[in-house]
């Protein structure tokens, strides 16, 4: 088993910034790649950020510029800075992990809970 926990959320005004981690833990042989996604309330749950195992980084166009996801393998460790927040960021932000486990040959996806972040105006 796998578990994901993110963490950094808070409330912040606009122009501000956040730092979210989202630390695996558990049976992992390897993560391929690690994402965030978020969901704002009566929206869907969109894409945000991708980092690979090689470093390959990826951003949507809403955040581009902005946001920066980098990753610490020793610590098995994701993080997303945000800066220059808007009104537009709050949502509940997702750590999503492809997590190669144990002898298996395919990589199984987690989630974590989520992690609220709150931009005032």
């Known amino acids: 088993q796998v578990q994901l926990v993110e963490s950094g959320g808070g409330l912040v005004q606009a122009g501000e910034s956040l730092r979210l981690s989202c630390a695996a833990s558990?049976?992992?042989?390897?993560?391929?790649?690690m994402h965030w996604y978020r969901q704002a309330p009566g929206k869907q749950r969109g894409w945000v950020a991708t980092?690979?195992?090689?470093?390959?980084?990826n951003y949507a166009d809403s955040v581009k510029g902005r946001f920066t996801i980098s990753r610490d393998n020793a610590k098995n460790t994701v993080y997303l800075q945000m800066n220059s927040l808007k009104p537009e960021d709050t949502a509940v932000y997702f750590c999503?992990?492809?997590?190669?486990?144990?002898?298996?040959?395919?990589?199984?996806?987690?989630w974590g809970q989520g992690t609220q972040v709150t931009v005032s105006s």
């Open positions: 999503n992990a492809d997590v190669s486990e144990g002898t298996t040959s395919y990589s199984n996806s987690y």
């Open positions: 558990g049976s992992i042989r390897s993560i391929n790649a």
């Open positions: 980092i690979t195992s090689g470093g390959y980084t």
